[in-house]
């Protein structure tokens, strides 16, 4: 399995992508493709959080793009800027939630992003276990890249 190189325009989040600011999701930048992926999934979490690694954002069924736009909608299904689905993050709420740690602490957050060999069958709004299991078999490669942010 070729890995992805997965960038971001950050390494440390300016407030405009997290609750301090519109929490809007960054850009993000993926290549080495592998001729055979038709799909991707991106799933963003805080390994530092309190509680295990807390969910930002889980989306799939996005087509394969070099450049994630930001600012995707907070929708169940987009079609612009990018086609894709987006599920429930652990704020309870669709699409990206933006980082927002406790005042006094610095966390690191995760984006992994996973080409798949085509769309998986789960419904929009669906939560990382149902994604991660509906994922078994079909990830072809995978690359995360980090960012952090403090409060």
């Given at each position: 399995?070729?890995p992805?190189?997965?960038?971001l325009?950050?390494?440390?989040f300016?407030?405009?992508?997290t609750?301090?600011?519109a929490?809007?999701?960054?850009?993000?930048?993926?290549?080495?493709?592998?001729?055979?992926?038709?799909?991707?999934?991106?799933?963003?979490?805080?390994?530092?959080?309190?509680?295990?690694?807390?969910?930002?954002?889980?989306?799939?069924?996005?087509?394969?793009?070099?450049?994630?736009?930001?600012?995707?909608?907070?929708?169940?299904e987009?079609?612009?800027?990018?086609?894709?689905?987006?599920?429930?993050?652990?704020?309870?709420?669709?699409?990206?939630?933006?980082?927002?740690?406790p005042?006094g602490q610095?966390?690191?957050?995760?984006?992994?992003v996973?080409?798949?060999d085509?769309?998986l069958?789960?419904?929009?709004g669906?939560?990382?276990?149902?994604?991660?299991?509906?994922?078994?078999?079909?990830?072809?490669?995978?690359?995360?890249?980090?960012?952090?942010?403090?409060?």
């Open positions: 399995m070729n992805l190189t997965v960038r325009p950050i390494s440390h300016p407030p405009n992508y609750c301090d600011g929490d809007i999701s960054p850009a993000i930048e993926v290549r080495g493709y592998d001729d055979n992926v038709r799909a991707i999934a991106i799933v963003v979490n805080d390994p530092d959080a309190s509680r295990g690694a807390f969910v930002h954002w889980v989306c799939w069924n996005m087509e394969v793009v070099t450049t994630v736009p930001e600012n995707i909608p907070k929708e169940p987009t079609t612009f800027p990018v086609k894709a689905r987006q599920g429930t993050n652990d704020f309870g709420r669709i699409g990206y939630g933006g980082p927002c740690p005042q610095t966390h690191r957050f995760n984006f992994k996973y080409a798949l085509g769309p069958d789960i419904a929009p669906s939560r990382l276990p149902e994604v991660a299991a509906a994922m078994r078999g079909h990830v072809l490669q995978f690359g995360e890249a980090q960012a952090t942010y403090g409060r």
